[in-house]
């Protein structure tokens, strides 16, 4: 077990160096240092203060490849791209661009607002779907099946900020139930509440569709029909029979949602001002810093590789009839 | 509309496009093998009327891509000889107001007979829907945003299907070294969140339709590479598969002939539901700021100022969201009633 999680982690490793290569050639190669500085300090900044921003940041440095230097150890490392790979490799991911605070810190205070909502937001909509689809599966050719499909296929269709601009205007403003926007660490809970609502609101169209064409193909399967011959009530077919042969692509939706747990919803923060792992990527994006974007990107690239390999060990538990090799 | 004056060029590339697109349809319909299926789920109510409003969403982006210059007897008024679409044209027709005086002067709500934050100025004509804060018809602006997200629907699509497809079946059927590769890319590509992607790409480059095609396409091709690949690799160990190579059969006809018309279906079900993604994508980027200039993501974008405003403006936000939920609704239904239709594991169900 031990020796097939070393081998999956090693061939996916390379997955970190090739999204921050991605990174690099997206921010440096279409624009050059100057107009990275530009539009972090401002268009009207003087020209020394571009520079001097420049060499200290270290972006004055050639991108890849240093022709300049004299050996080929050199040629390699002096460079933007070499630096910032050894750094990130332990994890010291530096001060932001923008407002030269350490990361570490930002990263720190964000991922506790950002859990406070994704883990209530994917538990609570995994719940309702999975309770909807499973009546669509008990109640399967009749008006309550059709009108399951009726309403998932009518609330995915609908654009996800909409529930959220509706959700606050309908909460918010008219019944005035919860507040606008804001955060307090005093009262997570008043103020997380009505995201926490639009999220699993919005979440629930498209899961609901998935889990009922799942437990669709189950329900016909011959070992149901077996069960109910025998005799076996409602309620055992459906959890003890049904729900867990139904588990694996349902657990493997959830555990991939990993690397959306941490990082954060970015139009939910973002939109309720909530100080979270999203609306740090979000003023990130606006305010054009780099070092930022890395360190968040590097973070979800991690959390992806770890649920690919929870999503494959996760087979062995649930699938009595899979081994890894 | 900036065409300038290659619009004939437009014209002639909107109705290839489209005298495309219903071949493609002729095609699906009369197919040996999915003909049947597909007319027998297309005649329940629920689906024909998806694919009616389809249709009606698809006719109206074509009739406002081809456009002509007009010959006005009246030159004295500035947009007489201007370029106009053929939407353009019906809409003057249907609704009765003259060609160049849809706009007001400001913002109107309704079926009102006077502008909204200034009583005293009466308005030309009644506007059904109201009008927005430059004036501009609620009704035109709606219908002049079906273009713009239909072209942002299928135009990265043209470069993600292409791209998916044979890196998906390349990648399946060989296995080895390109496997490995084609793995590695969409891999690296989804381990980024793809908002972040999305707006990442887009604050670098140039505002253009061809730029946000581009960075779309890059996150839409994954789904269906993977999807491709899958379904190759049980392909791969079918046994009239085995038999072909056996006989000498060449690679490529191997791969045209028997693996592609077998993932034909997946294709089609896939991009129909990667159309409604990259619609609703364009209008979070539009909110975001990133998207298109007409759009229907424009108009609720300016939904975040006129909601402040003391008699609330509603029109815009509420007509365009749902324009959009209408158009993503009758794709969805399209695309499931497709699912019914061409998935294997659905017979005798």
Not at chain 1, 146 to 167: D, E, H, K, P
Request: proline share 4%; with cysteine.
């Amino acid at each position: 077990m031990s020796a097939y999680i070393f081998r999956k982690t090693l061939v996916t490793l390379p997955v970190l160096f090739g999204t921050q290569l991605l990174l690099f050639l997206i921010f440096f190669t279409v624009s050059s240092p100057t107009d990275i500085a530009r539009r972090v300090k401002g268009p009207k900044a003087k020209e020394e203060v571009l520079q001097r921003w420049i060499a200290e940041k270290g972006y004055d440095k050639p991108v890849f490849y240093n022709s300049q230097a004299t050996s080929l150890k050199t040629k390699v490392q002096d460079t933007i791209f070499f630096s910032y790979i050894s750094k990130l490799c332990t994890f010291s991911f530096g001060k932001s661009d923008y407002d030269d605070q350490p990361i570490w810190w930002k990263l720190k205070d964000g991922v506790g607002p950002s859990l406070f909502l994704t883990i209530p937001i994917i538990f609570a909509s995994l719940l309702i779907s999975i309770f909807i689809s499973m009546l669509a599966a008990m109640f399967r050719d009749t008006y309550i099946d059709r009108s399951t499909v009726i309403f998932s296929v009518t609330a995915m269709s609908v654009v996800y900020f909409l529930y959220i601009v509706a959700g606050q205007f309908l909460f918010s403003v008219q019944f005035k139930w919860f507040p606008v926007s804001g955060w307090s660490d005093e009262y997570k809970l008043y103020f997380a509440a009505l995201p926490i609502l639009i999220g699993c609101i919005a979440n629930i169209g498209e899961s609901t569709r998935f889990y009922r064409t799942i437990m669709l193909n189950e329900i016909h399967a011959d070992y149901i029909r077996t069960a109910r011959a025998e005799g076996l009530g409602d309620l055992t077919i459906l959890f003890k029979h049904l729900l867990r042969n139904a588990m694996i692509p349902i657990l493997t939706r959830v555990i991939m949602l990993l690397p959306y747990m941490f990082t954060g919803s970015l139009l939910l923060e973002s939109f309720f001002g909530i100080p979270g792992l999203g609306r740090l990527t979000v003023d990130a994006i606006n305010f054009n810093d780099f070092s930022t974007i890395s360190a968040v990107v590097y973070l979800s690239a991690i959390l992806y590789i770890a649920a690919n390999l929870i999503n494959d060990l996760s087979y062995t538990v649930v699938d009595p009839r899979v081994r890894l090799s | 509309m900036n065409y300038s004056d290659n619009y004939m060029i437009h014209n002639c590339i909107a109705i290839a496009l489209f005298c495309g697109a219903l071949f493609f349809c002729l095609w699906l319909w009369n197919h040996r093998l999915w003909g049947e299926r597909i007319k027998a789920c297309f005649k329940k109510p629920f689906a024909f009327l998806g694919l009616t409003l389809t249709v009606l969403f698809f006719f109206t982006a074509f009739l406002d891509s081809v456009s002509w210059k007009s010959q006005s007897l009246d030159s004295t008024h500035l947009k007489a000889n201007s370029q106009r679409t053929a939407l353009d044209r019906i809409f003057q027709v249907v609704s009765g107001y003259p060609e160049w005086e849809y706009k007001e002067r400001a913002t109107s709500a309704p079926l009102a007979k006077v502008e909204l934050h200034d009583k005293d100025i009466a308005l030309k004509h009644r506007h059904v829907f109201g009008t927005n804060v430059s004036g501009v018809d609620t009704a035109y602006a709606v219908l002049k945003g079906i273009r713009p997200a239909v072209m942002i629907g299928t135009f990265p699509l043209f470069i993600a299907i292409p791209l998916a497809v044979i890196l998906g079946v390349l990648a399946g059927y060989k296995g080895g070294i390109i496997d490995e590769i084609v793995v590695y890319i969409y891999t690296t590509l989804s381990s980024i969140p793809g908002l972040l992607l999305l707006l990442a790409i887009l604050s670098v480059l140039p505002k253009s339709l061809f730029n946000i095609c581009m960075a779309l396409s890059l996150t839409a091709w994954i789904a269906l590479c993977r999807l491709v690949r899958a379904e190759t690799l049980k392909l791969r160990e079918m046994e009239y598969i085995q038999a072909a190579k056996c006989f000498g059969v060449k690679l490529p006809k191997i791969l045209l002939q028997h693996i592609l018309p077998n993932v034909t279906h997946i294709i089609l079900i896939t991009a129909i539901l990667t159309f409604t993604s990259l619609v609703l994508s364009e209008s979070i980027l539009s909110y975001l700021g990133q998207g298109m200039a007409e759009s229907w993501g424009t108009m609720i974008a300016s939904a975040k100022t006129e909601k402040a405003q003391s008699p609330i403006v509603w029109w815009n936000l509420t007509f365009a969201s749902m324009a959009l939920f209408l158009l993503v609704l009758s794709v969805n239904i399209v695309g499931d009633a497709l699912r019914d239709a061409l998935d294997p594991r659905r017979g005798g169900h």
